[in-house]
Antibody, heavy 117, light 107 residues
């Protein structure tokens, strides 16, 4: 059974940093591209960042480029999102998702990030 | 960036109704489109990929069609479990983008 378990969310002040993790199990992690998708309270879905299975290629939404960094450790079956210079508008539930041809077949349960003073 | 526009944003329907949701892309994406269902407090669930391929385990009352810039998701006979919000997503190129969502409500 595929499982994706996010962690690392919480309350952070504007300008602060946070690192999200997503522990994967039930599939061959290194062969799948992965992404982070977020959803602000009461709003729609927004793709944030994606990374290839090997970790060689990464992609970002314009709204986070230069502030967020996606990475993965295939030896630990874990996906990461380093978030710096956080803003109020980054407040959202962050989901990790496994990718097949750029659509998302499995999703985690999400972790809430709140940026507020 | 490719913009995805869904309509309507809200839809009121009754159990048994045939429901159609439309998604338009700002440029051609061939058949690189997916549809998701999301219920409150839950993660999205993949329904349809490559515009018309039904994800394993998804009921056959769900179907997708279209190519290029115009796509539809159809629920042939709405069931109580189908009241949710539906999103389209273009899978053609980065940055990946979603439509704004269509909330299907009980009439």
């Amino acid at each position: 059974e595929v499982q994706l378990l996010e962690s690392g969310g919480g309350l952070v002040q504007p300008g602060g940093s946070l690192r999200l993790s997503c522990a994967a199990s039930g599939f061959t992690f290194s062969t799948y591209a992965m992404s982070w998708v977020r959803q602000a309270p009461g709003k729609g879905l927004e793709w944030v960042s994606g990374i290839s299975g090997s970790g060689d290629s990464s992609y970002y939404a314009g709204s986070v480029k230069g502030r967020f960094t996606i990475s993965r450790d295939n030896s630990k079956n874990t996906l990461y999102l380093q978030m710096n210079s956080l803003r109020a508008e980054d407040t959202a539930v962050y989901y990790c998702a496994s990718q097949v041809q750029e659509y998302f077949d499995f999703w985690g349960q999400g972790t809430l990030v709140t940026v507020s003073s | 960036d490719i913009q995805m526009t869904q309509s309507p944003s809200t839809l009121s329907a009754s159990v048994g109704d045939r429901v159609t949701i439309t998604c338009r892309a700002s440029q051609s994406i061939s058949s690189w489109l997916a549809w998701y269902q999301q219920k409150p407090g839950k993660a999205p669930k993949l329904l349809i990929y490559k515009a018309s391929s039904l994800e394993s385990g998804v009921p056959s009352r769900f179907s997708g069609s279209g190519s290029g810039t115009e796509f539809t998701l159809t629920i042939s006979s709405l069931q109580p479990d189908d009241f949710a919000t539906y999103y389209c997503q273009q899978c053609n190129s980065y940055p990946l983008t979603f439509g704004g969502g269509t909330k299907v409500e009980i009439k």
